[in-house]
């Protein structure tokens, strides 16, 4: 048996973090210190990463150190002081965001974490592993949104979660989902077969991209706290972060808040059914509101009936590229949602290319509170400190049922309204 294996969620799992890049983009702040080693609130960037595993149940954590490598293993040593072993793959010439990994690959024989050295985070882990295992395979990444998706490489990924295209930033995208690789994967094995010899390697490049292809590449949506520390700004924005208590309580460990928003009407211009992407027009301020909840901390979780599956007037691809375009538009005005829930179905009958399997009386279509209660369950939401904001009794009476509290909006009080409401409340 491994000697790092741990008792963890359904397997023995465990971690190891690339701390060997150079840190050029903040090397402005100490150009003496390897940029794990960075220090945010009081501590490095590493120690930060090393608590939040510790706490999680992790016994033992491999580091892969180059650039003033003797530095990380001078303050972290056996990792005896942090109550967690600690071992060291020295990269004596740089091998990139994936070379060392073959010198694991013999010794690896289940699901193991990789993590980038220059993240704050605080994640349930146990979560994302479930949806790997679930998923079988050979790579799982947690992506989420962030509020400058235009200048982000983004994953694209089907209702399961399979990644059907990356982006690269200078790719050419329409409209698209709002998903970051955060810098968190779950590898098999299998993944690790490319690797021939030690050899400078891009994990994304290199072992993530080509295994798309193949149907083995996942990505697991997490609102979770994960940033990087790539530029003194984001270093700061971090230490408030971590200050102020919002890193730890994001951990879906913890019960979140939310603001559940209704779509037509609310978040975009209402046109009766819409079914096409051309007719998705947002708002005025709308996207500086949901600028405002991602900010609060509360999660942003859009709940829309959409009859329009069940009438057959649109397909499920249809609907998707209505809300990448949403996604998109957002995004350009540095605001994102944290999901999105729908309701298909529609009771009556006699629509000429009407679905038949959508033709239900269901749970989860407002005013009854399915779709609030899936996502209240998904993200362990405390549904007493959330919020409902839509522009129907309908919205309203879904909100009520669910123990939300709820905010009618109209065309002469708009969601920017409303939000600021929230606020003052």
């Known amino acids: 048996m491994r000697p790092w294996n741990i008792s963890f969620g359904v397997n023995k799992v465990y971690a190891i973090i690339t701390a060997g890049g150079k840190g050029t983009r903040v090397a402005s702040i100490n150009q003496s210190v390897p940029k794990p080693l960075l220090p945010v ?110 200048d982000s490489s983004l994953v694209i990924a089907d209702g399961e979660g399979q990644v059907r295209v990356w982006l690269s930033k200078e790719d050419p995208r329409g409209w698209v989902q709002n998903r970051v690789n955060a810098g968190i994967h779950l590898l098999s094995p299998r993944a690790l077969n490319g690797i021939a010899r030690p ?111 069940a009438r057959g007037d649109v397909t499920w691809e249809r609907l998707g590229e209505i809300h990448r375009k949403m996604e998109t538009l957002l995004g350009r005005a540095g605001a994102y949602l944290d999901d999105i829930f729908i309701c298909p179905h529609h009771p009556d ?26 996502a209240a369950k998904q993200y362990n939401i405390d549904l007493s400190k959330s919020w409902m904001i839509g522009d129907s009794q309908q919205d309203m009476e879904a909100g009520r049922c669910a123990g939300c509290q709820t905010i009618l909006v109209s065309e002469h009080f708009p969601l920017k309204d409303a939000v600021k409401n929230i606020g003052s409340g």
């Open 349 to 374: 009958r006699g629509f000429p290319g009407e679905i038949p399997a959508y033709k239900i009386s269901c749970g989860c279509r407002k005013p009854k509170p399915g779709l609030l209660l899936q």
């Open 41 to 150: 609130a009081g501590k490095p960037v590493l120690q930060h990463q090393i608590e939040c595993l510790k706490r999680q149940g992790f016994a033992r954590v491999t580091l892969t150190i180059g650039h003033l490598g003797e530095k990380i293993r001078e303050y972290f040593g056996d990792g005896s002081r942090f109550g967690i072993k600690i071992d060291y793959i020295q990269e004596d010439t740089p091998l990139g965001t994936a070379g060392a990994l073959y010198y694991i690959k013999n010794r690896v024989d289940d699901d193991f974490f990789l993590i980038n050295g220059d993240l704050i985070f605080d994640v349930d882990l146990s979560r994302m592993l479930a949806f790997h295992k679930a998923r079988h395979g050979a790579a799982t990444l947690l992506v989420h949104p962030n509020d400058h998706p235009d």
């Open 199 to 309: 050899q400078k390697l891009d994990l994304d490049r290199d072992i993530l991209k080509p295994l798309i292809s193949s149907g083995e590449v996942y990505a697991y949506r997490s609102p979770e706290y994960v940033k990087d520390m790539g530029t003194p700004d984001r270093i700061a924005q971090v230490e408030r972060d971590l200050q102020s208590g919002l890193v730890g309580a994001k951990n879906l460990r913890n019960p979140q808040c939310a603001v559940f928003l209704d779509r037509d009407g609310t978040i975009n211009k209402y046109v009766g059914f819409l079914t096409r992407p051309e007719e998705m027009e947002l708002i005025d301020g709308a996207a500086e509101a949901i600028r405002q909840i991602n900010q609060s901390g509360c999660l942003a979780i859009v709940v829309t009936n959409q009859p329009v599956i």
